[in-house]
């Protein structure tokens, strides 16, 4: 069964800087599809990065270029999400979610995914 466990959530001051973690286990295929995704009540949720464990390829919204990096750890297993220049609009819940198999070209969507992480908040205050 495909886990997915985030942590790092936290509550800073606009312009400070957060990583989100996000521990896979459970896939019997060493490459997949893993992104971070955002929700604020109220609102659709935004794919705001996600990577290819196979080659490293990423994807970012365009509310994150430039301030989120995400990357994997040495394990592949864990995926980092480096957030700098917080504003008080990235204040969500973060989901960590994964797809079994390649990244779908494009940007992609919430439904691309078919495992979920429970979720970690960061608050952002102005």
């Known amino acids: 069964q495909v886990q997915l466990v985030e942590s790092g959530g936290d509550s800073v001051q606009a312009g400070g800087s957060v990583t989100l973690s996000c521990v896979s286990s459970?896939?019997?295929?060493?490459?997949?599809?893993l992104g971070w995704v955002r929700q604020t009540p109220g609102k659709e949720r935004e794919v705001v990065a996600r990577?290819?464990?196979?080659?490293?390829?990423?994807y970012y919204a365009d509310s994150a270029k430039g301030r989120f990096t995400i990357s994997q750890g040495n394990t592949k297993n864990t995926v980092y999400l480096q957030m700098n220049s917080l504003k008080p609009e990235d204040t969500a819940m973060y989901y960590c979610?994964?797809?079994?198999?390649?990244?779908?070209?494009?940007?992609?969507?919430?439904?691309?995914?078919?495992?979920w992480g429970q979720g970690t908040h960061v608050s952002v205050s102005s």
């Open positions: 979610a994964a797809r079994s198999r390649w990244c779908l070209p494009g940007a992609p969507l919430p439904g691309d995914f078919d495992a």
């Open positions: 459970g896939y019997e295929r060493k490459t997949y599809c």
């Open positions: 990577i290819y464990t196979g080659d490293g390829e990423t």
